[in-house]
């Protein structure tokens, strides 16, 4: 093994194998990290919504919950198979950015009320009476949810260019 100055990144080849080995389980433990907080953000949006319209909703047990979490992804894909033509069509198109990034909004948010619309349709055991109320709540927590994450960064980078 070749000897390394400390300014060097080690290469994968360059570690032994307890090291590998370690850098495995790690990165397995951050992307099971990473997977237990998207679970968990989903359940509590799931629960939120549930929650709210409780008088809606109707669940045979329990495991219906763990369905609509599971369901979130296949639902959400099929329902953005739907959104991406439209909105590679608006990309092509020759208006403003800001009328681009208004329908993208839109494109958004239109994608997430399918994707609820589906999991709702699609999850075992849940009835739901009208189930376009659900899916507007859910929408209108995913943007409220978006807004807070860009007010929070747009925090951080004024933050980080007053400090430099």
């Known amino acids: 093994m070749e000897t390394q100055r ?29 997977l237990a ?22 669940a045979d047990s329990a495991s219906s919950v763990g369905w609509a979490v599971v369901l979130c992804l ?16 608006l990309r092509l198109t020759a208006i403003s950015d800001r009328t681009k990034r208004g329908a993208d909004t839109a494109i958004s948010a239109a994608t997430t009320f399918l ?16 189930p376009w109320l659900p899916a507007l709540l859910a929408t209108l927590l995913a943007a409220l949810a978006n807004l807070v994450i860009n007010h929070i960064e747009r925090r951080k980078g004024r933050r980080s260019s007053d400090a430099s």
Not at 37 to 58: D, K, P, Q, R
């Open 6 to 34: 400390p300014d060097d990144e080690p290469t994968w080849a360059s570690l032994s194998t307890p090291e590998k080995v370690s850098a495995a389980l790690a990165m397995t433990a951050l992307g099971l990290g990473v």
């Open 37 to 58: 907080a998207v679970v968990t953000v989903t359940l509590a949006g799931i629960l939120v919504v549930a929650f709210f319209s409780s008088n809606l909703i109707e």
């Open 74 to 89: 296949p639902c959400g894909l099929l329902a953005s198979a739907f959104g991406t033509p439209v909105r590679l069509a």
């Open 115 to 130: 994707g609820a619309l589906l999991v709702e349709s699609f999850t075992p055991g849940l009835h739901v009476e009208h």
